[in-house]
């Protein structure tokens, strides 16, 4: 009878936008819309979406987001920040007693209204219909732990009826990995209730925790469409292609993506310097009268800046991801000035919005555009000499067809390439500066023999990609 009863309450949302629907490509290395053009995935990690913002600032958000180029907003329906028992802008909370098979319809119209908005300017949700707590894990949260295999897959055939119709990805996991064969039955119970509520409409994945992988648990579950890692947040150069190189290789062949890297703005190893029993994390001389962070020498190594941001998108990219998520800190979490926190913020959300690293975000889309990711191959051999894994790392892709090669530097180092792996055509070679978008043009060459390219400018922050292009292939210039 409960069951019927979310049925009925799932069959009144409709939406009145054309909904996109995702797929994975035949060669299972990509993500693809409907008519079968690559879906580039840009993401934003906005976990509190549904639950710290009231409709207007939910506008504000997904408007400034989608002009950016974002095509992915990441949000959890059962949220991290004690998402069961503090209320929403209205008021309102998801479930009534706390329990998952009696949904409060005055908190799901929240949610409906924002997957509508976010549907009407291109972008897809990322839902992840509950954050890890509220599932037992061995690293618990403000929770409550309220589902069960039963529950949970009757929780998800409610979303899934729900939102059958709407532009939606779904995202298992909520950054805590299965702690036993009995949570895995739980997360396959609600990817189940998923997958039967929408028909089967929606492609689903995994958020692990922290220097974790999707595909460590559930890579062979024909629920799980596509990998997901967690990069995380403990040094700047993480080496994100140690994930892409290991899920690129792995059978059966599956997409993957970075699903949270490290955030602009959020102190590196920022769970060294918190202490989780005070509701302010750290001491009161490091914040303002506001809450925001005024001593950031607490945090000894500093925070994550754009730079991080860009390293980490484009060695994802060139190591055959799919897509990348963005972070910031203080989205994440929708900090406002004096309110609660979580990890402590630089700015409140709003400011945050507009931060250089979100910024870039519109060129990793403009580059992946006109010379597709979808035709990417990694290609490390084409690099000549030592390549060390550190700062120094030089990553490089050719595309399937030889139309263009793409070499990316992060520290604006010369780089030498054995130019007959490349392609076989004449090369028009350019640089693209990832900070603002720039072109410097390169002369024209043979693809032949060993050549050396320097960028134009070098060292921290002067991250620089190469572009070769065959001139047979005549391809668009940004």
Request: hydrophobic fraction near 35%.
């Given at each position: 009878?409960?069951?019927?009863?979310?049925?009925?309450?799932?069959?009144?949302?409709?939406?009145?936008?054309?909904?996109?629907?995702?797929?994975?490509?035949?060669?299972?290395?990509?993500?693809?819309?409907?008519?079968?053009?690559?879906?580039?995935?840009?993401?934003?990690?906005?976990?509190?979406?549904?639950?710290?913002?009231?409709?207007?600032?939910?506008?504000?958000?997904?408007?400034?987001?989608?002009?950016?180029?974002?095509?992915?907003?990441?949000?959890?329906?059962?949220?991290?920040?004690?998402?069961?028992?503090?209320?929403?802008?209205?008021?309102?909370?998801?479930?009534?007693?706390?329990?998952?098979?009696?949904?409060?319809?005055?908190?799901?119209?929240?949610?409906?209204?924002?997957?509508?908005?976010?549907?009407?300017?291109?972008?897809?949700?990322?839902?992840?219909?509950?954050?890890?707590?509220?599932?037992?894990?061995?690293?618990p949260g403000a929770g409550p732990i309220v589902f069960n295999a039963e529950n949970a897959e009757t929780f998800g055939f409610f979303l899934g009826?729900?939102?059958?119709?709407?532009?939606?990805?779904?995202?298992?996991?909520?950054?805590?990995?299965?702690?036993?064969?009995?949570?895995?039955?739980?997360?396959?119970?609600?990817?189940?209730?998923?997958?039967?509520?929408?028909?089967?409409?929606?492609?689903?994945?995994?958020?692990?925790?922290?220097?974790?992988?999707?595909?460590?648990?559930?890579?062979?579950?024909?629920?799980?469409?596509?990998?997901?890692?967690?990069?995380?947040?403990?040094?700047?150069?993480?080496?994100?292609?140690?994930?892409?190189?290991?899920?690129?290789?792995?059978?059966?062949?599956?997409?993957?993506?970075?699903?949270?890297?490290?955030?602009?703005?959020?102190?590196?190893?920022?769970?060294?310097?918190?202490?989780?029993?005070?509701?302010?994390?750290?001491?009161?001389?490091?914040?303002?009268?506001?809450?925001?962070?005024?001593?950031?020498?607490?945090?000894?190594?500093?925070?994550?800046?754009?730079?991080?941001?860009?390293?980490?998108?484009?060695?994802?990219?060139?190591?055959?991801?799919?897509?990348?998520?963005?972070?910031?800190?203080?989205?994440?979490?929708?900090?406002?000035?004096?309110?609660?926190?979580?990890?402590?913020?630089?700015?409140?959300?709003?400011?945050?919005?507009?931060?250089?690293?979100?910024?870039?975000?519109?060129?990793?889309?403009?580059?992946?555009?006109?010379?597709?990711?979808?035709?990417?191959?990694?290609?490390?051999?084409?690099?000549?000499?030592?390549?060390?894994?550190?700062?120094?790392?030089?990553?490089?892709?050719?595309?399937?067809?030889?139309?263009?090669?793409?070499?990316?530097?992060?520290?604006?180092?010369?780089?030498?390439?054995?130019?007959?792996?490349?392609?076989?055509?004449?090369?028009?070679?350019?640089?693209?500066?990832?900070?603002?978008?720039?072109?410097?043009?390169?002369?024209?060459?043979?693809?032949?023999?060993?050549?050396?390219?320097?960028?134009?400018?070098?060292?921290?922050?002067?991250?620089?990609?190469?572009?070769?292009?065959?001139?047979?292939?005549?391809?668009?210039?940004?």
């Open positions: 009878m409960k069951k019927i009863l979310i049925i009925l309450i799932a069959g009144l949302i409709t939406t009145g936008c054309l909904a996109q629907s995702l797929r994975i490509s035949k060669n299972q290395r990509y993500i693809q819309n409907e008519d079968g053009t690559p879906f580039l995935w840009l993401g934003d990690t906005a976990w509190e979406l549904f639950h710290k913002l009231d409709r207007e600032e939910a506008e504000e958000y997904l408007t400034t987001r989608a002009a950016q180029g974002f095509s992915v907003i990441q949000a959890v329906v059962l949220a991290e920040n004690d998402g069961l028992r503090t209320p929403n802008p209205y008021g309102e909370v998801p479930f009534i007693d706390l329990d998952p098979l009696k949904p409060n319809e005055d908190y799901f119209k929240h949610v409906d209204f924002i997957v509508q908005k976010a549907e009407a300017l291109g972008l897809i949700i990322g839902m992840l219909p509950t954050w890890g707590d509220k599932i037992f894990s061995e690293h009826n729900r939102y059958k119709d709407s532009s939606i990805i779904w995202i298992l996991g909520g950054d805590r990995n299965p702690a036993n064969d009995e949570v895995k039955e739980i997360w396959r119970a609600m990817a189940k209730g998923l997958k039967t509520g929408d028909q089967g409409s929606h492609l689903i994945s995994y958020h692990p925790r922290g220097a974790s992988t999707s595909s460590t648990y559930f890579h062979h579950d024909e629920w799980l469409d596509f990998n997901m890692y967690q990069s995380g947040h403990s040094h700047h150069f993480t080496k994100v292609y140690d994930y892409a190189e290991k899920e690129y290789d792995r059978q059966p062949i599956k997409p993957f993506v970075d699903g949270e890297p490290s955030y602009e703005d959020i102190p590196v190893e920022f769970w060294v310097y918190c202490d989780w029993s005070d509701p302010k994390r750290v001491p009161d001389h490091v914040l303002d009268n506001q809450n925001l962070i005024k001593d950031r020498s607490h945090f000894k190594q500093g925070h994550f800046t754009d730079y991080d941001i860009r390293v980490h998108a484009y060695q994802n990219f060139l190591s055959g991801a799919c897509g990348y998520t963005y972070g910031n800190n203080a989205v994440w979490q929708m900090f406002k000035k004096g309110g609660s926190i979580a990890i402590p913020c630089l700015t409140d959300w709003r400011e945050a919005l507009n931060r250089p690293g979100a910024q870039d975000i519109q060129h990793v889309r403009s580059l992946f555009e006109v010379r597709p990711f979808s035709k990417i191959v990694p290609c490390q051999s084409i690099i000549v000499g030592d390549n060390p894994k550190d700062n120094t790392h030089v990553r490089a892709a050719c595309s399937s067809d030889q139309s263009f090669a793409l070499v990316y530097v992060a520290l604006g180092q010369s780089v030498t390439l054995n130019l007959e792996k490349v392609m076989e055509s004449e090369i028009h070679a350019w640089w693209y500066n990832p900070r603002n978008g720039d072109v410097v043009q390169i002369e024209e060459m043979k693809s032949s023999g060993i050549k050396e390219f320097t960028p134009p400018t070098s060292g921290w922050d002067n991250d620089w990609m190469l572009v070769l292009d065959s001139k047979k292939a005549q391809l668009q210039m940004l």
